[in-house]
């Protein structure tokens, strides 16, 4: 069974400019939740979907969004990069929202100059 | 809000010997607490969790123990071997949200030395 698949590895952008980074769960997992890594802050979780709905919502201002499709795919979005978003972004899947694991993917180094 | 703090930062210890790594949470409520390695390349593994209506949980040379009372949990590694050497990462959760709000210690960065 794949694991979860974070598209791209790698992404280096401008200030100012926006990003989508793109999750694939685990098959057969409904739940998608994103954390941002930084050496200061250490891991940060960003938001949860579940059945194409946000369910839980971390501290980040509104330029960090996020979106889930009908087949559990799940994207985020910031707009308005800031040099401090440079991080490892990360993306759990789990079977469903509540009392199942969750598993990580490899994450996407996003890095903001 | 949960919070949850990690010792130690570093941690090296010589092939053979057991690892210790302990996480303090101020939640009460908490009730979920996995581990996660996290390899360059590899990604971040869940390698055991533990649930609140148990006190210890093993898998091979991995344990991880918890004290309710006192709101500290800890990862045990025995026999450890250089494959082990890699950033541990302790995370708490709190009903209803689970494993899918997780709320990470800083994170204890292990170096086995053959």
């Known amino acids: 069974k794949a694991g979860v698949t974070q598209t791209p590895r790698y992404l280096i952008k401008t200030r100012g400019q926006q990003v989508t980074l793109s999750c694939s769960p685990i098959?057969?997992?409904?739940?998608v939740s994103w954390y941002q890594q930084t050496p200061g802050q250490g891991l940060q979780f960003l938001f949860e979907?579940?059945?194409?709905?946000?369910?839980n919502k971390g501290n980040f201002p509104g330029r960090f969004s996020g979106r889930q499709f009908s087949n559990s795919r799940s994207e985020m979005n910031v707009s308005t990069l800031e040099l401090g978003d440079s991080a490892l972004y990360l993306c759990?899947?789990?079977?469903?929202?509540?009392?199942?694991?969750?598993?990580f993917g490899q994450g996407t180094r996003l890095t903001v100059v | 809000g949960e919070n949850v703090e990690q010792h130690p930062s570093t941690l090296s210890v010589q092939e053979g010997d057991s690892a210790v790594i302990k996480c303090t949470y101020s939640?009460?409520?908490?009730?979920?607490f996995p581990w996660y390695k996290q390899e360059l390349g590899k990604g971040s593994q869940l390698i055991i969790d533990i649930r609140s209506n148990v006190g210890e949980k093993k898998d091979q040379r991995i344990a991880v123990t918890l004290n309710k009372t006192a709101k500290h949990f800890s990862l045990h590694i025995t026999e450890t071997q250089p494959e082990d050497s890699a950033v541990y990462f302790c995370?708490?959760?709190?009903?209803?949200?689970?494993?899918?709000?997780?709320?990470f210690g800083q994170g204890t960065r292990l170096t086995i030395n053959p």
């Open positions: 979907y579940f059945s194409e709905t946000q369910r």
């Open positions: 939640d009460s409520a908490s009730n979920y």
């Open positions: 759990a899947s789990s079977l469903y929202s509540g009392r199942t694991e969750a598993f």
């Open positions: 098959s057969g997992h409904r739940s």
């Open positions: 995370a708490a959760s709190t009903p209803p949200q689970g494993a899918q709000k997780l709320v």
